[in-house]
């Protein structure tokens, strides 16, 4: 059939008038804020799992896939591990475009819940491979904070912790024994160790990396811990203002390991990784506030260990010491360093959950913990060869002296209040606010809200 | 090559009015699908990849959204809650002072190198190779050994300082807010020195030496040669320069989080790095997309301002 001239041009203009409206209709069906259907990012082959997380390390990872791999041949476990913020960003693009991995790495509290919707409830998963006791092969913390921000009645458990820590300082033991001091244990003791250690030669005596907004975070609830345990959660709570006597004593106390000189110089330069870890490595450094986590730099199987870190030769790790006025002893402060999390549209959820207690209490787990890489989530797991007496006493010391008695989690519950703490933190260090105007900033922002 | 002069006659196309002969209409319709088909492949890469995030981003912008979940929506609350946030008025003025300190002296130090190194100095190819060398790494290496050099209390300047009794190397630059958002400036105008020397070294061996001669018959001294002939030949170069160093102070981000992460307390914050740590650190998608559609905006604005104001010729090299 042949149309006229007339009639072919209007044929062409409804064809580009009808390829537009295609465009435009696909663009809208993708539009921002909408909720889209799921899909696993493995394709949906059943013998694949997808896994992405920002912790353990790819090396350690590729060990714990190899473990599981060589049990059940026919799985193939796709992994990538990205630097954390890489990492929440690959998640949130992929959770909104409906391709989320089957297992994916979290952090309790803000992150869980914010992939909440997405994320399959994992106690069945758990009472499967582990039996309805399951619970209490985990240390309570861990468990605690796995449910951290769930909705009132919710009881469920959309990620389980893989690995568990402490926050803590670390000291040199070279440059205390030296100096002829031991790891303060008061406040007093911390501004005596301080001068001495000043005047015994180059090193920071107190090292402290507040570049970094989770560090500032950490070692401020040791500090409101130490002083009125619990108080800075009631805050969160509502239960008492931020403005709370006790707190502002602690925003004090922060701001006198600046004022001070505990703190050294342009403290708030300073990141921990890599610059501040390496200067405590490096013997440039006596104290250090980190975390359990600092055992992994023992690590048998890294290819260059420094002389100090030798199975853990040159450190001892001890806590935040007591404050005048405060609780008699130091609280413990921690919690979950990374917890996993299934797909709610995993193409095998099964299979996805044999990878996730492999990982966190099997072989694959005896794996991950020979690295030291940081504390088992489930008690009773010890690496299979320590490389010194030295780091035998640590791993024990921080694995049953110190995480089972963890009390206070290491996380605030809000990604706004954990801000805003971590900017008044900044702000006072600064000396830009006192410490009663960064607890109102805090205040303000808990108010906003309410 | 902004500093390229062409020669290159134009040939225009006849302008087509409505009292000329017009085509028969099979024609044109050809034409205009081959015309259509040409095309096609460009409009539909700019759609998906400029268009799209755009429409995005703006959709976005219009909703309290965690960037996961059902976003609800907000109508204008977040430009509302933008304009009054005192965070947002400091990456303002720091992105003016970002521009203000960053163009003019990287462009004054490159073009003080390109001329230096535009004389038959010896072994000028090395020190072209060394002054560009900043540029072409990593803004992530950099930021590190910067700020392992500007540490105070392990740095390299802090130790030279110490040394030598000179104080004012021993300062706390990064973690002091007064000074913070000029330290970063300096570093980046350390690192990109380089390449506005590279761009005055090819518009300088495009200048007429004719032209050049002409003037030191006529008496010209040095300083006269350079401000009187060689700078106003540069104009294409300067105005290139002006208008990527606007756009890329506005897209900075690598830098200052390596070295400040925006702190101390949002002192050194940057538009870019304000807008990541709302959209994915704080969830606050909906949030995030409104200051990236206000970084749009400016953006735009500069660079169409930047056209209207000195038309789109420096761009090509045409001479007016």
Not at chain 1, 51 to 68: A, C, G, K, L, V
Request: proline share 6%; hydrophobic share 45%; with cysteine.
């Amino acid at each position: 059939m042949t149309l006229p001239p007339t009639a072919r041009r209007q044929a062409t203009r409804r064809g580009i008038q009808a390829g537009l409206a295609l465009c435009l209709g696909a663009t809208l069906a993708a539009c921002a804020g909408s909720a889209d259907p799921e899909e696993s990012a493995g394709g949906g082959d059943e013998q694949t799992v997808t896994f992405r997380s920002w912790s353990p390390i790819e090396q350690t990872t590729r060990q714990m896939i190899d473990s599981f791999t060589e049990a059940n041949p026919d799985v193939t476990i796709d992994a990538t591990i990205f630097n954390y913020p890489e990492y929440i960003v690959d998640l949130q693009t992929r959770a909104s475009s409906g391709t989320m991995p089957d297992i994916v790495g979290l952090q309790p509290g803000a992150l869980t819940q914010q992939y909440r919707e997405k994320l399959m409830p994992l106690e069945e998963c758990a009472t499967r491979v582990w039996g309805d006791d399951w619970e209490s092969r985990f240390h309570p913390v861990g468990l605690e904070q796995a449910r951290m921000g769930n909705p009132d009645g919710d009881e469920h458990y959309y990620a389980l912790p893989l690995l568990v820590q402490t926050v803590n300082l670390w000291a040199n033991a070279e440059l205390l024994d030296a100096a002829g001091i031991e790891p303060p244990a008061t406040w007093e003791d911390l501004q005596a160790a301080v001068a001495t250690l000043r005047d015994a030669g180059d090193a920071a005596p107190f090292l402290l990396p507040a570049k970094d907004g989770w560090l500032r975070n950490v070692v401020f609830l040791q500090i409101a811990n130490n002083l009125e345990p619990g108080r800075v959660y009631q805050a969160e709570n509502g239960e008492v203002p931020w403005t709370d006597a006790r707190i502002v004593e602690a925003f004090d106390y922060w701001s006198r390991l600046f004022t001070e000189g505990i703190a050294q110089d342009g403290a708030l330069a300073l990141d921990s990784y890599p610059n501040g870890v390496n200067q405590f490595e490096a013997g440039n450094a006596a104290m250090i506030p980190l975390g359990a986590w600092w055992i992994q730099q023992s690590d048998p199987s890294k290819a260059e260990i420094a002389p100090l870190s030798e199975g853990m030769a040159g450190y001892e790790p001890f806590l935040f010491p007591t404050l005048p006025g405060g609780a008699p002893e130091p609280q413990l402060v921690g919690g979950i360093d990374v917890a996993l999390g299934i797909s709610a549209d995993a193409a095998n959820p099964d299979l996805a959950c044999d990878v996730l207690t492999d990982w966190i209490a099997g072989d694959g787990a005896q794996v991950l913990i020979n690295t030291f890489n940081d504390l088992p989530a489930v008690t009773g797991l010890d690496p299979q060869e320590f490389t010194s007496d030295k780091q035998e006493q640590i791993w024990t010391q921080l694995t049953q002296d110190w995480m089972p008695r963890v009390q206070w989690s290491r996380y605030f519950q809000s990604p706004e209040i954990d801000t805003a703490v971590a900017d008044a933190l900044a702000g006072v260090a600064a000396g830009q606010l006192t410490p009663q105007q960064a607890a109102e900033s805090v205040q303000a922002v808990q108010d906003q809200q309410d | 090559m902004a500093a390229y002069t062409s020669d290159v006659q134009v040939t225009r196309a006849p302008r087509v009015t409505g009292t000329g002969p017009r085509r028969p209409a099979r024609r044109l319709t050809r034409e205009r699908l081959v015309a259509l088909g040409f095309i096609a492949p460009a409009v539909a890469l700019f759609a998906v990849f400029v268009v799209y995030p755009i429409v995005f981003n703006i959709q976005a912008s219009l909703l309290d959204w965690d960037g996961v979940s059902a976003g609800t929506p907000a109508g204008l609350d977040n430009y509302r809650d933008l304009l009054a946030d005192p965070t947002f008025h400091t990456t303002l003025r720091n992105s003016a002072l970002w521009i203000g300190l960053t163009i003019v002296p990287q462009a004054a130090l490159g073009f003080a190198l390109a001329w230096l190194l535009n004389t038959r100095l010896r072994g000028r190819t090395v020190y072209r190779t060394l002054f560009f060398l900043p540029a072409v790494l990593s803004p992530v290496v950099v930021g590190i050994v910067w700020q392992r050099l500007l540490d105070p209390f392990n740095g390299v300047l802090a130790q030279l300082g110490r040394a030598t009794g000179i104080d004012v190397l021993t300062r706390a630059y990064l973690s002091d807010p007064s000074t913070a958002i000029i330290a970063v400036i300096v570093v980046n105008v350390w690192m990109w020195t380089g390449f506005s020397m590279l761009f005055y070294l090819a518009g300088l061996q495009l200048v007429d030496h004719n032209v050049v001669e002409a003037a030191r018959i006529d008496g010209a001294t040095g300083w006269q040669l350079i401000r009187r002939i060689v700078l106003p030949l540069l104009k294409p170069t300067h105005l290139a320069l002006l208008l990527l160093g606007i756009i890329g102070s506005l897209k900075t981000f690598e830098l200052v989080w390596v070295l400040t992460e925006g702190g101390p307390n949002h002192a050194s914050e940057l538009m870019p790095t304000y807008l990541f740590k709302q959209a994915f650190q704080l969830q606050s998608f909906g949030y995030g997309a409104t200051i990236a559609v206000v970084l749009l905006v400016v953006a735009v604005g500069s660079s169409l301002a930047m056209l209207r104001t000195f038309g789109s010729r420096f761009i090509t090299g045409e001479r007016s």
